[in-house]
Each structure stands twice: as C-alpha cells, then as structure tokens.
Nanobody
Framework: QVPLVESGGGLVQAGGSLRLSCAAS????????MGWFRHTAGKEREFVSS????????NYADSVKGRFTISRDNAKRTVYLQMNSLKPGDTDTYYC????????????????WGQGTQITVSS
C-alpha cells in the first residue's frame, strides 16, 4: 500500500487558484494510477480527476474540466491538482487516492486514500 498525504488546501475567493499536492511515502509509487475525489459528509463522493501511471493520460469530471489540471512527478512521488477559476461550488474536502486497474472514476477501485484537505471558496 501507498500512504498518501495531501496538502495545499485553504480559503480562497471565487476566481482564485490553489494547488493541491499529494505525497506518497513508502517503498513504491510506481504502477499506481492516482485520482482526486471530493467529499463532504452527507453528500456523495465525487470524482474530480485522475492520471494514469503508464502514459500520464488524464481524466476530469465535467464540472472541473478546463479549470483543473492534474499532473504527477514520479521522481518526487507526488501528484498535483492545479485548481483555477475556483467557484463556491468547489468548496469541499479533497482526497487523493491510488489504484491499480479498475475504472478511473469509481472510488471503489482506489485502495489507498489520504486524510483529505479542505478547500473553501468564498463568493
């Protein structure tokens, strides 16, 4: 398994930007596809973005497409989520997660989860 630690959350005004980081510790990071989800108690967990291990291909939820960019630095064992043009509707707790195989938008395929980082976007 790959312990994950998110950072970079905070409070930002609508239209602003934040960059989340997800650092993987442990013996290995290679071979894992990575994803970002967001979730608040009482709401369904929502897929945000994912990036593959093999070719770095990316996927985005329609709600963030064109505003968010996922990337990974395998040498640093870190995944990033650059969030631009933030909206109040993006307010949530964001989690990174790791998977091998499965469907990128299905949280059940992700075997490791970080502790989450809070994003609050004020109007």
């Amino acid at each position: 398994q790959v312990p994950l630690v998110e950072s970079g959350g905070g409070l930002v005004q609508a239209g602003g930007s934040l960059r989340l980081s997800c650092a993987a510790s442990g013996r290995t990071f290679s071979g894992y596809a990575m994803g970002w989800f967001r979730h608040t108690a009482g709401k369904e967990r929502e897929f945000v973005s994912s990036i593959s291990w093999s070719d770095g291909s990316t996927n985005y939820a329609d709600s963030v497409k064109g505003r968010f960019t996922i990337s990974r630095d395998n040498a640093k064992r870190t995944v990033y989520l650059q969030m631009n043009s933030l909206k109040p509707g993006d307010t949530d707790t964001y989690y990174c997660a790791a998977r091998i195989g499965g469907t990128y938008y299905d949280a059940s395929y992700y075997v490791n989860w970080g502790q989450g980082t809070q994003i609050t976007v004020s109007s």
